[in-house]
């Protein structure tokens, strides 16, 4: 289906091949400004600052309207000059291909984000096969970063927050901040500006929260990789399963990610096998009495480790509960941990 859509016209519904017109140019640039300055926050000036003592200018290579390089110039008085693959305020560069940076300027920037997956069913495979084709990543942002990284012994990008739990190389991270509220003027994908120092300096993370120190990146995952894998048969997706699991929070702050005994606001003949969201699911060893217990021990286990890595081992969820808290998801493989610790 997807090969005789036209381009821009992204897919919303196979089962009702419903499609909606699109902005094809502007999701496969990734074309979403950073016009707030959140992103700005103590730990990174400092970052910046160090940085301008080694390099003499400030480098954007996916400049856009160039809001990024002005407050730079305007905080730092640094020289600055910026590439795009568009409009006429810059040099013409396609910086997912290679980035010239021969005068070894410090990179600062927002690259486009756009998932290999998401860009067909956006529609807009066919502007950005080029860059997926042979590369191991599975995002444009991933690949940007990459050509930054080559480039440049300094780097700080506005990337989205998944980055965190990714798989992509974190040896050069000195810096990761987490940033609250709405960054872009028009998409509300949940970021951080994560900063880079050469190869070789501290291999390990200073994590922060907006300006809330939280702790060493390598702590904030050991949270989540520390725990048992394997134990207990648990069987998930079971519409007979006598465990509810709200496994993403809602806009209510009243129903947040939650291990539930017997039914929820979720109706069973929903179950599929592909259910990610909401589910039942069932230890079948177990009593209903020993079941509860369970629960009550996971909720507890989820809670005291979503406090410890201030919700960052959950991933993020599209936009904010009512209270103006980014919405979590609890991924499978996560939930079963808990329920094996609770065991
Ligand atoms: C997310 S915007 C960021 C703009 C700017 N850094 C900001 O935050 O205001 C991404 C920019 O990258 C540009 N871009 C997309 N693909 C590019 C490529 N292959 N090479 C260079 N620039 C590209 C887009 O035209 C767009 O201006």
Redesign the pocket.
């Known amino acids: 289906m997807s090969e005789k859509r036209a381009v821009g016209q992204m897919l919303v519904s196979a089962d009702r091949e419903r499609f909606v017109e699109i902005d094809a140019h502007k999701v ?8 707030d300055e959140a992103w700005l926050i103590a730990p990174v000036r400092a970052f910046i600052n160090q940085a301008l003592l080694s390099c003499a200018s400030v480098l ?9 390089l002005d407050l730079v110039r305007r905080e730092f008085g640094a020289a600055v000059f910026g ?5 006429a305020k810059w040099a013409r ?5 290679s980035i010239p940076n021969a005068g070894g300027a410090m990179i600062v ?5 756009l998932a290999n997956h998401s860009a067909s069913r956006k529609g807009v495979s066919q502007i950005v096969a080029t ?1 997926f084709d042979g590369s191991d990543y599975d995002n ?1 942002y991933k690949i940007a970063l990459d050509k930054c990284l080559a480039v440049s012994d300094f780097v700080v990008a ?1 990337i989205p927050e998944t980055f965190l739990l990714s798989s992509f190389d974190k040896s050069r991270l000195q810096v990761v901040s987490v940033i609250e509220g709405d960054l872009f003027s028009d998409t509300e994908a949940p970021a951080v500006v994560a900063c880079f120092g050469p190869a070789g300096g501290a291999n390990d993370a200073s994590v922060f929260v907006g300006e809330k120190p939280i702790g060493k990146l390598s702590e904030i995952l050991e949270l989540r990789r520390g725990r048992s894998r394997s134990g207990i048969r648990i069987v998930f997706n079971d519409p007979n399963g006598r465990i509810g699991l709200r496994a993403v929070d809602a806009q209510d702050v009243n129903r947040r990610i939650e291990f539930i005994f017997g039914d929820f606001e979720y109706k069973r003949s929903k179950v599929k096998e592909s259910s990610r969201l909401m589910t039942y699911l069932d230890i079948p060893e177990l009593s209903d009495e020993q079941l509860q217990q369970v629960i009550s021990r996971a909720n507890h286990l989820l809670a005291e480790l979503r406090e410890k890595s201030c919700d960052l081992v959950l991933a993020p969820f599209k936009g904010n509960d009512k209270l103006g808290n980014r919405r979590r998801r609890l991924d499978y493989a996560l939930a079963r941990q808990l329920l094996n610790e609770a065991s």
Do not use: K
């Open positions: 496969a640039r990734g074309s979403f400004y950073t016009t954007d290579p996916f400049a856009g309207d160039g809001h990024l590439l795009d693959i568009a409009g560069n396609d910086s997912l291909v920037t927002n690259p486009p984000y860059y444009l506005v």
